[in-house]
């Protein structure tokens, strides 16, 4: 048995000094003499921990195998047959909670770097032009996919597999949901969805952008003409906390931030046209990914980041890198505050009201409620407020769909093959969930794509 | 997919006329809807009124105002639009409504009317009242094609020199003075709404006012044309852009337009730098 190598073989970054001033991404990226030797610190597991806990059950255990062999081509088709778009999940998986939150190298140090090895994979074939070779059968019936989001992307590649003529209906002017306006660059450049998506495109899978169904084409026309219909609509919509002062000027849902920064490159204005007030000092609410992603973008813009969480870091549900490199970037981290009002002054925001907060009792989802602490309210001085607390379905499709059923948190309802309360309309993401992780998008457009194949095979 | 430029022209010194090939939008848009210009690749997304939107066509009426709005002025007939999308926003309800005001006073209004009294004046028993208000007589247009969509025609100058002299509220005052109106729509400066919302609720007359708060997607998504209604927080895009002027946060909408005011200056200067 080989040597067991408790530590991962380090992942170049750029320092914290010089990802401040510029939107590149952060982790240089494995060369191909460090990612075999990362894989060979693989054990093998026979049960395969780490595929168990895939939420698209990606052979971990056989790609690593391998690529510690040095077979690149071999272990980029093992994942590519469970994962359409490895160089994203790649970068924007959780894994500390899934694959190598199981990993058993966790037991004696560090768990396999499962991440940064699929990132490299992809990457790898992106650039030697490395595709899987797909003999498609083709078939005559149609399904319309809305929204070239996670979920959109993995059911469509899927479909075309299978054979189906494939069109996506996309509301912006860019392709790619939340990969594209969401997810700033130094987390995952725009090459790499660029790429990804190029790929949907060479094995036939029609985009069509600036489609907004409900607005220039309505879903009737989209069910007399398709065969079925698979709605990834995402959870766009913007949620705010709903306290005094959200109307001054210096306030922004994180959606409208981000999409300013990544979807409108106002990080390059004037450049770029789109525009973006960031004051000296803002406040982000909010603990998850796209609170560390709003905070991140504030400080690359030349702001003072604070982080204001109602509950401790121990509690953010951002990927753990994330939080480490907010925090070694210099984003604060202010626990335990919730905000009571924005205060304002000639319509500008001139700062924030917060009460502090204390743990108490674990509620519903298991983690510790925050309760506030009567007469503790202060003020923090700051001249920015970006709310970062979650978001929603965005009603603009749904509202023209009444016969599609909702859930109690205004996702389209659907059973266990996901399927709507519609015949031959299955939904799926965070259309569904109201928000989740790109991965759990991922899988559940390829379920829904296995849904939908079973019932025009049926039909 | 791009679109080109079928038609353009001077409206006046200011204001100019521009249309481009939409044969979707144009089929589906009604009045009311508005698009989304987003010229080149580097562009911003602009939401833009609708003049006309017919035969696979859109037409728009814009002002010279800011960057964007100046850089498309040089675009020439043949030339081609990075993404024209639409349409955004609800239509507004073509029903019987009696006598009906519709005013404006600023470009995105004189254009949006034209389609709005056409529609209205369609249903029986309407009878459209158009006041098209413009600062002086030397910039007055498209007042012989709104008056062939009208029932009864006015124009305000705000010097007087043609047409009767002030806004189209005073106008309004008359005609509401009289009884005579029992329904107004307005589009044009948010900063003339309040009054306008005052003097329409002290008669009791039902009142609708177009809002343009800043826009970034305009499909429901960043929440930067949130707007106050009784309170209530509503997205222009999506809930709007048709309001009641009697239940609207005027004074919240008017701070919040001024968000870009610096920025403004600076995309100027570095168009006017590197043109």
């Known amino acids: ?459 | 997919m791009k679109h080109e430029i079928t038609s353009k022209e001077d409206l006046n010194s200011e204001d100019y006329l521009i249309q481009v090939r939409a044969p979707v939008i144009a089929k589906k848009l009604q009045p009311g809807q508005f698009v989304v210009l987003l010229i080149h690749p580097k562009g911003e997304r602009v939401p833009m009124s609708v003049q006309k939107a017919e035969n696979g066509k859109v037409t728009m009426f814009i002002k010279k105002l800011g960057k964007t709005s100046r850089e498309l002025y040089t675009y020439k007939v043949g030339d081609y639009l990075e993404n024209v999308i639409g349409p955004m926003g609800n239509p507004v309800e073509i029903k019987k409504y009696g006598n009906i005001a519709v005013c404006s006073d600023l470009v995105c209004g004189h254009a949006e009317n034209y389609a709005l009294c056409k529609a209205l004046k369609q249903v029986d028993e309407n009878h459209v009242i158009s006041i098209q208000t413009f600062p002086t007589k030397d910039v007055v247009y498209w007042e012989e094609e709104l008056r062939r969509v009208s029932d009864e025609y006015y124009i305000t100058t705000k010097d007087g020199s043609y047409g009767r002299k002030g806004h189209y509220r005073d106008m309004l005052k008359q005609l509401l003075k009289k009884g005579n109106v029992d329904m107004v729509f307005a589009g044009g400066q948010t900063e003339e709404y309040l009054k306008l919302a005052e003097l329409t609720k002290s008669y009791n007359v039902p009142t609708k006012v177009t809002l343009r708060p800043i826009m970034v997607d305009a499909t429901g998504m960043c929440g930067s044309c949130r707007v106050f209604i009784d309170g209530k927080m509503r997205l222009a895009c999506i809930d709007g852009p048709m309001f009641d002027a009697h239940r609207v946060n005027f004074t919240e909408l008017i701070n919040r337009l001024t968000l870009f005011k610096k920025q403004e200056t600076i995309a100027m200067e570095h168009y006017n730098k590197t043109r």
């Open chain 1, 1 to 459: 048995m080989a040597k067991i190598i408790k530590n991962r073989v380090h992942m170049p970054e750029l320092t914290a000094e010089e990802r401040i001033k510029t939107f590149d991404e952060v982790p240089l990226g494995y060369t191909e003499e460090q990612a075999i030797s990362e894989a060979k610190r693989c054990l093998q597991c026979t049960d395969s921990p780490c595929a168990k806990h895939c939420p698209i059950s990606v052979d971990v255990r056989e790609f690593i195998k391998e690529l510690s062999k040095g077979n690149l081509k071999e272990a980029f088709l093992k994942i590519k047959k469970d994962n359409p778009i490895p160089a994203i999940a790649g970068r924007v998986c959780p894994q500390e909670n899934q694959c190598e939150g199981i990993c058993t190298m966790r037991k004696i140090g560090d768990p396999i770097n499962i991440g940064k090895l699929e990132a490299f994979l992809g990457d790898w074939a992106m650039e030697h032009e490395i595709r899987e070779e797909l003999t498609i059968k083709e078939k005559n019936q149609k399904v319309a996919i809305i929204g070239s989001g996670p979920s959109g992307i993995s059911c469509a590649v899927d479909l075309r597999k299978y054979g189906y003529k494939v069109t996506i209906f996309e509301a912006l002017h860019k392709a790619g949901g939340v990969l594209q306006y969401g997810i700033p660059e130094f987390r995952l450049p725009r090459k790499i969805v660029d790429a990804e998506l190029s790929y949907l495109e060479g094995i036939g899978v029609d985009i069509r952008l600036n489609n907004i169904v409900g607005q220039n084409i309505s879903f009737e026309e989209l069910h007399e003409e398709n065969d079925a219909i698979y709605v990834g609509t995402g959870a766009g919509a913007p949620l705010f906390v709903g306290i005094k002062g959200e109307e001054l000027n210096g306030v922004y849902s994180a959606n409208e931030f981000l999409i300013r920064i990544n979807l409108m490159k106002a990080y390059k204005f004037p450049e770029y046209d789109t525009p973006l007030f960031v004051g000296k000092k803002v406040g982000v609410i909010g603990a998850g990914n796209v609170a560390m992603d709003a905070a991140r973008s504030a400080l690359r813009l030349g702001a003072d980041a604070h982080i204001l969480y109602r509950r401790t870091k121990a509690y953010s549900t951002s990927r753990e890198e994330e939080l480490h490199h907010a925090l070694e970037e210099g984003v604060h981290f202010m626990e335990l505050v919730a905000p009571t009002k924005i205060l304002g002054e000639n319509s500008w925001v001139k700062g924030i009201e917060l009460v502090k907060m204390k743990l108490g009792e674990p509620d519903k989802s298991g983690r510790a409620r925050p309760e506030e602490t009567k007469g503790s309210e202060f003020v923090m001085n700051l001249d920015t407020v970006v709310e970062a607390i979650g978001t929603r379905t965005n009603k603009l499709f749904l509202r023209t769909v009444p016969e599609l059923k909702t859930n109690l948190w205004g996702g389209i309802k659907v059973d266990e093959e996901l399927r709507t309360s519609v015949r031959g309309v299955y939904a799926g993401g965070d259309a569904t969930s109201g928000g989740a992780t790109v991965i759990q998008a991922l899988g559940e457009g390829r379920k829904a794509a296995k849904s939908i194949h079973d019932y025009l095979c049926r039909s």
